[in-house]
């Protein structure tokens, strides 16, 4: 089993960044990839990136592609999400989450894949 907490939204303006971190917890996370979604107001929620097990091979959803990146520690059991250049669209909750099929290197935006689930990081963006 595996256990996530995100940390690091706030409130930034327009053309700032922030960096998101994900805490797991179980001996496991290293053989899974990882995915961060986001929720906004009234509407589904997306994958916007996610990092196979080892790192390295990435997918980023388009509209935030050049300006999100994905990486992972897995000494340090973290993931992480750098967000630059942040728009006002960009507001939502943000949550990590784990994909336990064992090293699977296809990587995937569907929710559905993705078994564990942190509480999730408010990201709001305004001037």
């Known amino acids: 089993q595996v256990q996530l907490a995100e940390s690091g939204g706030e409130l930034v303006q327009p053309g700032g960044s922030l960096r998101l971190s994900c805490a797991a917890s179980?001996?496991?996370?290293?053989?899974?990839?990882m995915g961060w979604f986001r929720q906004a107001p009234g509407k589904q929620r997306e994958c916007v990136a996610a990092i196979i097990w080892a790192g390295g091979t990435t997918y980023y959803a388009d509209s935030v592609k050049g300006r999100f990146t994905i990486d992972r520690d897995n000494t340090k059991k973290m993931v992480y999400l750098q967000m630059n250049s942040l728009k006002a669209e960009d507001t939502a909750v943000y949550y990590c989450a784990a994909d336990t099929r064992y090293r699977n290197t296809l990587l995937t935006n569907m929710e559905r894949a993705y078994k564990y689930w942190g509480q999730g990081t408010q990201v709001t963006v305004s001037s």
């Open positions: 179980g001996d496991d996370f290293m053989n899974y990839a």
